[in-house]
């Protein structure tokens, strides 16, 4: 629209403006002495701004935002009467789809339609459904115009100054409404980000806004759905015990060696020494039980498994303590006389165990129970636990954002629950 001969004088410096908008444009601000002023049948009072602000997109820039080329044909600076924060608006037009506007706040951008058909209203007055989308009550305000600049298509000072706004989310979507006593205006609105802002009207990024916060419709965790990250673990979860019951259902457990061992045997030596005993097949699980009958005592052993074949040696330790008594909730008890050490992936051959035990007052013998290819639950927590802990995480910090988002709220659903 840019290049049109379609002029207004300004009703205070009588200065030429042209107009691109047309006989569109109902107010506009003058390009020489900068007041706000309406035109045709419009109330010719002017209104003169104190402060003046730069856009960061300027006035007859285009930029094209889901496949529509729109111009920016006016400016403005809002400020909310309650709380005195300021946001910035861009009138955006397109000759064939009409305006929209480009919101920015604390360097957070949303793109908003006008809608001509009112969302399905919910049961209360703080949230609605649309799309089988929940939308709740973000703010209500009251705002008045504090700069403009440009051309608009209505009369945005008085528009502004006269109506109460609701808006309401579900990032990163919004539904915002602006009701007077004599017109309602509905519009939809959607997250959009600041490189893409940039892409779209041809500008550097660093020349736009700092973002600060987070942005009442940004998304907080990308793109993932919550719903789609719990059917993907509830997904790896099945697979998961699938997994583990065939290999428990085709462990062999075969019991290679099982002996027990006194301490009167031990004489002057420092360790018991097993006969030895073959694994075969390949690599697979061995698990040693070590039994010591206890009653209020323990019993703690190093142990030893030599490959025979190559010297290797294997070293692990296991502590056993158990204890009992009574009190004045009655019986108790601490602990196991059972203990059990698990090795994975130990090769085919001959070994023997090498055991050093120290035995307590009361404690003088335990046994050993050696099995080959035993199934264990252990994997399958280990990784349940890491499968949940993304999960867990994303949930986690998406909560806390949620709650720092809702914070500049006066509607938080989250004020309910402290």
């Known amino acids: ?47 003169p701004f104190h402060s003046a602000y730069e856009p960061a997109l300027p006035l007859g820039t285009k930029g094209k935002i889901d496949g529509v080329v729109y111009e920016v044909m006016g400016f403005t600076v809002k400020k909310e009467q309650k709380y005195k924060y300021q946001w910035r608006e861009y009138l955006l037009f397109n000759p064939f789809q009409g305006y929209a506007f480009l919101s920015e706040y604390d360097g957070h951008w949303n793109i908003i339609w006008p809608i001509e058909n009112e969302p399905t209203k919910g049961t209360t007055k703080s949230d609605f459904y649309e799309g089988g989308v929940s939308y709740q009550l973000f703010q209500k305000y009251e705002a008045k115009v504090v700069y403009a600049r440009g051309e608009f298509f209505f009369d945005v000072v008085d528009l502004t100054n006269s109506t109460l706004n609701r808006e309401y989310i579900a990032p990163p979507f919004m539904y915002a409404v602006e009701e007077s006593d004599d017109s309602v205006l509905w519009c939809k609105g959607e997250h959009i980000t600041k490189q893409e802002v940039a892409s779209a009207f041809n500008v ?53 060696y099982q002996g027990t061992f006194y301490q009167s045997a031990l004489g002057d030596q420092k360790f018991f020494v097993t006969p030895s005993f073959v694994l075969e097949g390949s690599s697979k699980s061995l698990t040693i039980d070590i039994e010591a009958p206890l009653q209020n005592d323990w019993f703690f052993g190093e142990f030893s498994l030599i490959n025979e074949d ?42 023997h165990i090498n055991v050093y035990p120290e035995f307590s007052t009361s404690s003088h013998q335990f046994s050993l129970l050696v099995k080959r290819d035993v199934a264990t639950m252990s994997n399958f927590f280990l990784a349940f636990v890491v499968l949940a802990l993304f999960p867990a995480g994303y949930f986690i910090r998406k909560n806390l954002m949620e709650r720092k988002r809702w914070s500049e709220s006066d509607y938080s659903p989250y004020d309910s629950y402290e």
């Open 1 to 47: 629209m840019s290049g049109s001969n379609y002029t207004l004088k300004c009703p205070k410096c009588q200065a030429v403006n042209t107009v691109r908008g047309k006989a569109m444009t109902l107010a506009m601000t003058c390009s020489s002495c900068s007041v706000y002023f309406r035109v045709g049948n419009w109330d010719k009072t002017i209104t």
């Open 310 to 351: 190559n010297g290797t040696e294997l070293i692990f330790t296991k502590d056993i303590e158990y204890y009992e008594g009574y009190d004045d909730e009655g019986r108790w008890t601490e602990g196991s006389s059972h203990g059990e050490a698990f090795l994975s992936k130990i090769p085919a051959g001959k070994y």
């Open 204 to 256: 550097q990024a660093k020349s736009l806004p700092t973002q600060k916060g987070i942005g009442y419709t940004q998304p907080v965790m990308g793109s993932i759905q919550s719903s789609t990250l719990i059917n993907f673990t509830i997904f790896v979860f099945v697979a998961l015990l699938i997994s583990q019951f065939y290999f428990s259902s085709n462990a062999e457990e075969t019991i290679v």
